[in-house]
């Protein structure tokens, strides 16, 4: 009986656990502090000078003034929102259209320039700034409020599409590619810090989900436009670029309007405080300190990973353990700095000793290594998302989701090594990736919404930017295993399946490019390669079955609280 309980306990199906402690809130006072400068030899009125100090900074003036939008905007205001966010996720790089036909039209741009061995390096830099970029536009949104983070986010977006379309360089053109990379981040950031604010922990689940549903339809027709722009007859890459600073102002007018007029309305009837603030005290409120020590850590440690895995020969080159050594120092510094010296945290470090944030950064990460390692995605996970938060929402649950998707992923790891390979069909990959879809769809609905709930709204920002930070180092590191891997089998395979054929021109060229000079289909030496990428593609898989192992045992120790009707669980 003890072991029935213990296991219904494990899977999510036990009893609900008690509701957690109320978190450190965002404010950081000096209260905690008033002993301490006793004990140094503080008077009592210099500790009251400094609490004054401390509490007379509205920190969370950016959370105050969305409560009191809603609290004012009624019916009207909610569905404007909600259009003008529909509108925001239709063009941006959630729903594909942008992120799609961009990455397309950097090839032409690359090509036009002649320079395209550069784009892997631009791909790199603009990938390490989507991660780090978060942080710094999570605090902001805190204290200039959402629809001014909003703004700024835009603005990126439009001064990256002119500087691109524009561009006469590559130069300029990567230029323009950074700051795209920046307003995407921001952007797709504040969607789901918007659709946290409007929703309870328990719907939250499906409104996010739900704001993936043009990747749908997306997919299927990017590749129409990208034809037609790029065709002979087209209106060009340049032009292909240049529409949508004309299209992401209309449609990102809607929210980013509505939002900053209900904050100038709530503040006008004094619901929320209008923050006047000097440089310092702004510095202290984003943290600016701990931005640069979290941020820049995690790019010092990402770019050499992302690079090796690209270029995995750029291991052999010293500037990449110097770079990780910054990187980690950085990262080994930070909690010091935020405990010690920040009043108002990006992360801190009281984060970590809770269980269910470690637990959600840790599966995050460990779910991801799997994921790019093995490079596995689809449709399915984006509609397996959308029917789960349902699910969710209708059982106040969400362990049970957490450790069924992380046994449906370590499963469908055990089915593709068997069913991707040369000799098998169409159906049995189709079968894979549907396996692996559903498993995805499902821990990728779960792992923010506990991690959000068990802090309060003024953390919510940060929390969804730290959960975001874990997963991207986790796809980091498994896309360097992958790039480890086939470096490191590819050569000894080839020479393995080809045999006496084999030169060792032959063998680097095939190493080195799959659309060089391939046999012919059907010959032995064709049959022979297949065979070769078909065990490195196994050694991958391998590798990424002991990260979704430890994934699916962490999951048995997630918490089984309950999905409130409200924000989170851990204020009133």
Same mark, same amino acid.
């Given at each position: ?22 978190? $450190? ?68 790089? $959630? ?108 719907? $939250? ?368």
């Amino acid at each position: 009986m003890f072991l029935v309980k213990l296991l219904r306990a494990a899977i999510g199906a036990g009893p609900i656990d008690a509701p957690p402690p109320a978190c $450190r809130p965002a404010l950081a006072t000096s209260d905690n502090a008033q002993e301490p400068g006793r004990e140094t030899g503080q008077t009592q009125n210099e500790v009251d000078v400094e609490k004054k100090l401390a509490t007379s900074v509205p920190v969370e003036a950016g959370t105050v003034a969305i409560e009191a939008s809603q609290a004012i905007w009624g019916k009207k205001g909610r569905w404007l929102i909600i259009i003008g966010g529909l509108k925001t996720v239709n063009l941006d790089g $959630r729903s594909e259209i942008d992120n799609s036909t961009i990455y397309i039209y950097r090839n032409y741009a690359s090509s036009e320039f002649e320079e395209l061995s550069k784009l892997a390096t631009l791909s790199t830099a603009g990938s390490v700034i989507f991660a780090v970029a978060k942080p710094p536009f999570a605090k902001l949104s805190n204290v200039i409020g959402r629809g001014g983070t909003y703004l700024i986010a835009i603005s990126f977006y439009i001064l990256a599409y002119i500087i691109m379309a524009s561009a006469r360089t590559f130069n300029a053109y990567a230029a323009g590619s950074i700051f795209y990379s920046v307003g995407q981040s921001a952007t797709n950031l504040m969607n789901d810090v918007v659709i946290a604010d409007l929703t309870t922990a328990r719907y $939250r689940a499906f409104g996010i989900a739900l704001s993936f549903w043009p990747f749908l339809v997306t997919p299927w027709t990017a590749a129409f436009i990208v034809a037609s722009v790029t065709s002979p007859t087209g209106i060009g890459w340049r032009w292909g670029i240049g529409m949508f600073a004309i299209l992401m102002p209309f449609c990102a007018s809607f929210i980013v309007t509505t939002l900053l007029y209900y904050q100038a309305k709530a503040q006008k009837e004094g619901l929320a405080p209008k923050p006047k603030v000097s440089f310092y005290e702004f510095c202290s409120q984003i943290d600016l300190g701990g931005v640069i020590l979290f941020s820049g850590g995690l790019a010092l440690l990402l770019i050499p990973m992302t690079l090796a895995a690209t270029t995995p020969s750029s291991w052999r080159t010293p500037w990449i353990d110097a770079l990780i050594a910054l990187g980690g120092l950085s990262l080994i510094a930070l909690p010091f700095y935020e405990h010690y010296l920040a009043k108002h945290p990006v992360v801190p470090p009281h984060y970590f000793a809770n269980r269910t944030i470690f637990l959600c950064c840790m599966l995050i990460a460990m779910d991801n290594v799997g994921f790019s390692a093995t490079h596995t995605n689809g449709v399915t996970q984006c509609l397996v998302a959308i029917i789960t938060g349902l699910a969710m929402a209708k059982t106040k649950r969400y362990k049970w989701v957490c450790v069924l998707g992380a046994a449906i992923r370590l499963v469908g790891y055990g089915v593709m090594l068997r069913l991707r390979g040369s000799e098998n069909s169409i159906a049995e990959i189709f079968v894979v990736q549907l396996i692996q879809g559903i498993g995805s769809g499902m821990v990728g609905s779960t792992l923010l919404i506990p991690a959000q709930s068990v802090v309060t709204h003024a953390e919510m920002p940060q929390m969804t930017a730290l959960i975001v930070c874990f997963a991207f180092v986790g796809g980091s590191v498994g896309a360097c295993i992958a790039g480890g891997i086939y470096t490191g089998t590819i050569e000894a395979e080839l020479w393995y399946y080809l045999g006496r054929s084999a030169t060792a021109e032959t063998v680097t060229s095939l190493a080195n490019s799959i659309t060089g000079v391939l046999p012919e289909w059907g010959t032995p030496d064709r049959t022979a390669l297949n065979f070769a990428f078909t065990e490195v593609l196994k050694y991958m898989t391998y590798a990424a079955v002991g990260p979704s192992s430890i994934a699916f045992i962490g999951s048995l120790f997630m918490p089984n609280y309950e999905l409130p009707d409200k924000n989170n669980l851990v204020e009133e």
